[in-house]
């Protein structure tokens, strides 16, 4: 919270500010200094309370956008998103030197959680839907009916593998688990999203799409782009289960996707530590980035026409898996 600025609300009357410029519609003020950067944190800490806290109190649309710490490319990112909340101009606060009053104003953001929302705790029992349905109509291209492939169909479900050919979290062998995609039946697009790829991009390739598949990181947040009824498989690495299931998992499992993941064991990590600790020693997530994912044998027979019927894991379907066993692609 270190770039997080105070913010003072002082009423009006003889006492109050010179006011330079007089608003009649209320304000909403936040901040966007101590996350922004990061896809997942621009979502989850800045977009998805944005949504629900503008549509708690202002149905009408009719506030302004106070935003301290705002940088250029936030607002260039997701400027459709910010104009589908508002009718009103976005006030910068670090850039206006005048004193602007109005009439009340909320500051600061309703969060619930990683990635979700309390129905219970709103007064408008909205939940991840509308937030879904919200990126749908904003960026336009896809249909919120359920997704869904015709075994007899000629053209091969698409699932879009999320990469990362640098930096940490690598599949070292990353061409062979794509070949083994494609033997299945699937069609695959490569997709390494950057903090420059846009919003509009990313809904084109993801909304036509029947599954994503990648590892544990910012990028898989492009789930919210899937259409209910796809598939979501999460590569979960050594000791992130619980960022894994908070981040990821019960937020595809809300929006309707059909959830799966695959979690890499000791001996497919190449890149793991130990640390010493006061009675056991534990493994530093952080540092395992680097990892192979055995696919020799985690595939069944499958044609491009019964895809979706693929079982892909080492311990057989996934309803055969103990809870804390890793999950194949079965169902994709």
Request: proline residues 5%.
């Given at each position: 919270?270190?770039?997080?600025?105070?913010?003072?609300?002082?009423?009006?009357?003889?006492?109050?500010?010179?006011?330079?410029?007089?608003?009649?519609?209320?304000?909403?003020?936040?901040?966007?200094?101590?996350?922004?950067?990061?896809?997942?944190?621009?979502?989850?800490?800045?977009?998805?309370?944005?949504?629900?806290?503008?549509?708690?109190?202002?149905?009408?649309?009719?506030?302004?956008?106070?935003?301290?710490?705002?940088?250029?490319?936030?607002?260039?990112?997701?400027?459709?998103?910010?104009?589908?909340?508002?009718?009103?101009?976005?006030?910068?606060?670090?850039?206006?030197?005048?004193?602007?009053?109005?009439?009340?104003?909320?500051?600061?953001?309703?969060?619930?959680?990683?990635?979700?929302?309390?129905?219970?705790?709103?007064?408008?029992?909205?939940?991840?839907?509308?937030?879904?349905?919200?990126?749908?109509?904003?960026?336009?291209?896809?249909?919120?009916?359920?997704?869904?492939?015709?075994?007899?169909?000629?053209?091969?479900?698409?699932?879009?593998?999320?990469?990362?050919?640098?930096?940490?979290?690598?599949?070292?062998?990353?061409?062979?688990?794509?070949?083994?995609?494609?033997?299945?039946?699937?069609?695959?697009?490569?997709?390494?999203?950057?903090?420059?790829?846009?919003?509009?991009?990313?809904?084109?390739?993801?909304?036509?799409?029947?599954?994503?598949?990648?590892?544990?990181?910012?990028?898989?947040?492009?789930?919210?782009?899937?259409?209910?009824?796809?598939?979501?498989?999460?590569?979960?690495?050594?000791?992130?289960?619980?960022?894994?299931?908070?981040?990821?998992?019960?937020?595809?499992?809300?929006?309707?996707?059909?959830?799966?993941?695959?979690?890499?064991?000791?001996?497919?990590?190449?890149?793991?530590?130990?640390?010493?600790?006061?009675?056991?020693?534990?493994?530093?997530?952080?540092?395992?980035?680097?990892?192979?994912?055995?696919?020799?044998?985690?595939?069944?027979?499958?044609?491009?026409?019964?895809?979706?019927?693929?079982?892909?894991?080492?311990?057989?379907g996934l309803g055969d898996l103990p809870r804390d066993q890793?999950?194949?692609?079965?169902?994709?």
């Amino acid at each position: 919270m270190a770039k997080i600025n105070e913010v003072t609300l002082i009423s009006g009357g003889p006492k109050g500010p010179n006011c330079e410029v007089r608003h009649y519609v209320p304000a909403l003020v936040f901040s966007t200094g101590d996350f922004s950067g990061n896809f997942w944190h621009d979502i989850a800490d800045g977009l998805i309370p944005l949504f629900f806290t503008a549509k708690s109190f202002f149905h009408d649309q009719d506030f302004v956008m106070v935003i301290d710490q705002s940088h250029d490319y936030w607002l260039n990112k997701y400027r459709a998103l910010l104009h589908g909340l508002s009718k009103q101009r976005i006030l910068r606060m670090d850039r206006e030197t005048r004193t602007h009053c109005f009439p009340w104003a909320i500051i600061g953001l309703i969060r619930h959680g990683h990635m979700t929302i309390n129905p219970k705790w709103l007064p408008n029992s909205m939940s991840l839907h509308h937030f879904h349905d919200f990126l749908a109509q904003t960026y336009g291209g896809r249909s919120q009916h359920t997704i869904s492939h015709h075994p007899n169909s000629r053209r091969r479900p698409r699932l879009v593998f999320a990469c990362r050919h640098h930096g940490g979290r690598v599949l070292l062998n990353h061409a062979e688990v794509k070949q083994m995609m494609e033997e299945v039946g699937f069609e695959v697009i490569e997709f390494e999203p950057t903090m420059e790829t846009s919003l509009h991009e990313s809904n084109a390739i993801l909304s036509s799409s029947h599954a994503l598949v990648g590892v544990h990181g910012a990028g898989l947040t492009h789930l919210l782009f899937l259409r209910p009824g796809s598939s979501f498989l999460q590569i979960v690495l050594i000791g992130q289960d619980v960022p894994a299931l908070h981040c990821y998992r019960i937020p595809a499992i809300e929006i309707g996707l059909e959830y799966m993941e695959y979690k890499i064991s000791n001996y497919e990590s190449l890149g793991h530590t130990w640390r010493k600790h006061t009675r056991r020693p534990r493994i530093s997530w952080i540092e395992c980035t680097r990892f192979e994912v055995d696919h020799r044998s985690h595939y069944s027979e499958a044609s491009a026409a019964g895809a979706e019927q693929a079982d892909v894991g080492r311990h057989g379907g996934l309803g055969d898996l103990p809870r804390d066993q890793s999950a194949g692609l079965k169902g994709l």
